[in-house]
């Protein structure tokens, strides 16, 4: 996944985005938006300066630990970053997401659904919304189940009046993804949900040709963690 023929995440990155660009054009959506959600978590503030500096605005971290010690700083110098959630989140986390994140794309409980509310109550901050959809029914994997999706999407939009921007999966790693990426393209479709954030270094490419408006690469820009 990492192209040996770079060697500086600058270089893999403008690989990657014409990777994404010719992904487009192969699936007939060359005029549509496809955000690449640039995966930082594990490098530093010193691996990711260059790539900021290099153009790239949008961020995904998993850990909002990690994430509140890097990105503060990087925040308040580049005031268009736009950083994504992209890991769990723990309920009593939810303050501490809401301030950091613009995007929190692993809504995926009522419970956390009612401390992000306050969480919006309390900071005056709204991020935008993604629920996230555990596709393969794994055990150890957050999001909601494929068949609960419809009525947490429910409950979201008239519990809490949240909007709903987009939906998120990650696919079994042993399975064939595009499965898991039509499944979820079909959820999203039938409850009038815009945006798909799916495809990771291994199968973005795919995941574009299904539909997805937001891909989140790590490995293929940064090289193994
Ligand atoms: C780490 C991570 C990615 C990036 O994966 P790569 O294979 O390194 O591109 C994407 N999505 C989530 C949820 C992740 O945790």
Redesign the pocket.
């Known amino acids: 996944?990492v192209d040996e023929k770079y060697n500086n995440a600058c270089d893999r990155l403008f690989h990657v985005r014409a990777q994404i660009d010719e992904a487009k054009q192969k699936a007939g959506r060359e005029n549509e938006k496809v955000s690449l959600v640039c995966?930082s978590?594990f490098f530093s503030t010193d691996q990711i300066r260059p790539v900021i500096d290099a153009g790239q605005r949008i961020f995904?971290e998993?850990r909002v630990q990690e994430a509140a010690e890097k990105w503060p700083e990087m925040q308040r110098e580049f005031k268009d970053i736009e950083l994504h959630l992209?890991?769990p989140l723990q309920t009593n986390k939810s303050v501490q997401a809401v301030k950091l994140f613009d995007y929190i794309e692993t809504l995926d409980r009522p419970k956390l659904a009612r401390e992000l509310a306050k969480a919006f109550d309390k900071t005056g901050k709204t991020p935008k919304l993604f629920i996230q959809v555990n596709t393969g029914a794994e055990h150890q994997k957050a999001g909601v189940l494929p068949t609960k999706a419809d009525e947490f999407i429910q409950i979201c939009r008239n519990e809490y009046q949240f909007e709903i921007s987009g939906l998120m999966c990650?696919p079994p790693v042993d399975e064939e993804a595009s499965l898991h990426f039509s499944l979820l393209t079909k959820i999203a479709e039938r409850n009038g949900i815009k945006s798909l954030s799916m495809g990771?270094?291994?199968d973005f490419a795919k995941a574009i040709r299904f539909g997805a408006t937001h891909v989140?690469?790590?490995?293929?820009i940064f090289g193994q963690r």
């Open positions: 996944m995966v978590k995904g998993n992209i890991g990650i990771m270094s291994g989140r690469i790590g490995t293929a």
